[in-house]
């Protein structure tokens, strides 16, 4: 076994990373509170990973993204932000209340021209898109573990040579080296993991930020 080269974080670590590189922002802010005060559950990635979606999308030079799974619009607000101009998010959600906050927070910031919220079960829009010979040059993937496998075939078709398609919850909360036994989410997520080492039309890392996001892109 290969010796760990990480330097581990703790919350003091965490907190001088944040502190410099990921400044605080009231419209995130307000946008969490009002998904707690609506009762739709805190699954949002974290600040960092925010961060991290709005450098990729600037690094491929994105201007077209595609996010599966909205909830109420904080990744895509950090998506959208890293497009560029005339770029467009176009980002799927099978829940309609959470949807409809997404398009009240893409608003909010600035985002309307650049977002499209599209309420629909994300694999039966994904063929559409195909059907349509759409192809994107960021994906998210955040949406129900079980379908991962799904989202992420489908994504490749969506995609073109240097896409980059991003996938959180890789590391599942340190869970994913454990046995799976009844967890069904945890096994797609091994699956979708050992699909993306193995994939040869995808190159990928799993980045060890949040709660694990793996970084893949298209050849
Ligand atoms: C983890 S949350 C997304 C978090 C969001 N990406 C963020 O970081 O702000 C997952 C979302 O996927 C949605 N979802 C679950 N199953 C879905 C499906 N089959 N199609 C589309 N959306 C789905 C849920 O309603 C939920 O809002």
Known sequence: MKKMKSVPLNEEL???ILERFVPEDSLLNELISETEALNIPLIQISPEQGKFLTLICKLCNAKN????GTLT???G???????????KLVTVEIEQKHGDTAKKYFEKAGLKDKTEVVISPALDYMKILAEENRSF?????????????????????????????????MIKNGRVIEDAGDDEDLRFIQLTNDILSKD???????????????LSVVK
């Not at 040869?200 to 709660?211: F, H, M, N």
Request: proline content about 4%; overall charge negative; glycine content about 8%.
């Open 14 to 16: 965490y907190n001088y």
């Open 65 to 68: 993204a595609l996010e599966i």
């Open 73 to 75: 619009g904080f990744s």
């Open 77 to 87: 607000i950090h998506i959208a932000r890293g497009l560029k101009e005339n770029g």
């Open 137 to 169: 040059d960021f994906i998210f993937i955040d949406a129900n573990k079980t379908n991962y496998p799904d989202y992420l075939e489908m994504a490749i078709k969506l995609s073109h040579p240097g896409t980059a398609i991003t996938m959180d919850n």
């Open 200 to 214: 040869d039309r995808i190159e990928t890392l799993l980045v060890p930020i949040g709660d694990g996001i793996t």
